[in-house]
């Protein structure tokens, strides 16, 4: 069963910062690209950050240089280090995978960022 699970969302405030995972406990996607994704209320879900099977990345303009995705083959899990929160990264964060032409997707977590 293909299941991937975030978790690390929460309230923080402008300027900080906070670390997403998603672990894939079935191991689906060690040779396969994984992403973030966010969505907001009333918008369409949009590409955060992806990450290739031998590591290279690419981010979304609004977040080059504050956001770093990552990878740990051996535990499974991708990881969103966000730094330097702004009010408009306060979405629900997704985790994507992606295998054989076909997107997985966790359930979300959700970021806010309010003072």
């Known amino acids: 069963q293909v299941q991937l699970v975030e978790s690390g969302g929460g309230l923080v405030q402008p300027g900080g910062s906070l670390r997403l995972s998603c672990a894939d406990p079935?191991?689906?996607?060690?040779?396969?690209?994984m992403g973030w994704y966010r969505q907001a209320p009333g918008k369409q879900r949009e590409l955060v950050a992806r990450i290739s099977s031998s590591g290279s990345t690419n981010y979304a303009d609004s977040v080059k240089g504050r956001f770093f995705i990552s990878r740990d083959n051996a535990k499974n899990t991708v990881y969103l280090q966000m730094n330097s929160l702004k009010p408009e990264d306060t979405s629900v964060y997704y985790c994507?995978?992606?295998?054989?032409?076909?997107?997985?997707w966790g359930k979300g977590t959700l970021v806010t960022v309010s003072s």
């Open positions: 994507n995978g992606r295998r054989f032409g076909f997107d997985y």
């Open positions: 079935g191991r689906i996607f060690s040779d396969n690209d």
